[in-house]
């Protein structure tokens, strides 16, 4: 049996516990820890477990003399000082893999609610406003969807977009001319190509220097007229006071947004974007699923027992 040592600070599934706990670690469970509380105690373990809530700070770290690893039952790092940690030999591990279909998901639903006017006909309806006529629809079917950023979320959505018989388009960093072959995906020879044929854009690039600001101005020039935009990647990688402007003029005809520059947004044309009348805007759910937060769990408990080498 093994003594190590485990805090979760931050609630996690059940099933990834039991599963350490099956393995021999000493699990503690102390999911609304507070920031000092955790320094006073941290010294007493191999292993520490977090969600978002919880601030890995260098003075969590420093108290953290027995700390072996790092994990975060999800994707983003922002909350971890991850160079500090590593350069005191602690290894960090997260699970980016948990949230793709979630996301992939989303994204469909946000496709159809702006193809059907779901959410205006919800709202008008729940006021007493029968507004059938206003909502003049169009199918996603035969619609051409360009993908910016073919990678586990990427191609998600290029199966379910081909499954309602769109006709999608790619592009990524690397090389996708082979995967795209296999989904019947088309790769497009670059940006400015994928833009001029998309009735629909959707992005799933990480946020990076490369990306920031990647749609903007010069970009929303060349799309179609009346294009939908989607974004559950990262709010900068679209310049928002663009899109907005873009929506302003109809060169845009719509946009679904799950991400945002700020979260939650704070400047007046963040604000003026997310209340544009053709914009579907929700608070950063991709991954608030039941599904994603268990698979985040089971994946980071596995990575755990994998990097200790406990089989
Ligand atoms: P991934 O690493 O599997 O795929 C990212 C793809 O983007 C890769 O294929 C890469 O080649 C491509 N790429 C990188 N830079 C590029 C560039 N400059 N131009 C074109 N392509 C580029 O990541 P993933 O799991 O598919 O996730 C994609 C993004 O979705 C994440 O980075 C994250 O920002 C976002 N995300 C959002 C949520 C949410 O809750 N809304 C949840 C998970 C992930």
Redesign the pocket.
Known sequence: MSSIKVLVSDPISENAINLLKSKGLIVDEKPEISHEELKRIIEQYHVLIVRSRTKVTRDIIDSGRNLKIIARAG?GLDNIDVEYAKSKGITILNA??A??IA?AE?TIGLMIAIARGICLGNMALKEGKWIKKQLMGFELYGKTLGI???????KEVAKRAKAFGMNVIA????D?SREARELGVEAAKD?DDLLRKSDIITL?????P??YH?IGEREFSIMKDGVVIIN???GAVIDGKALLKALKSGKVYAAGL??YEHEPPQEDWEWELIRHPRVIAVP????QTREAQEKAGMIIAEKILKTLNIK
């Open positions: 994707v980016p893999e949230p793709t996301v989303l910016i950023g073919f990678g586990r979320i990427g592009i990524s960093r690397r996708i940006l799933h690039v990480p946020l990076t490369k990306t990647m559950t990647a990262r799950d991400v950063h759910i991709g991954a």
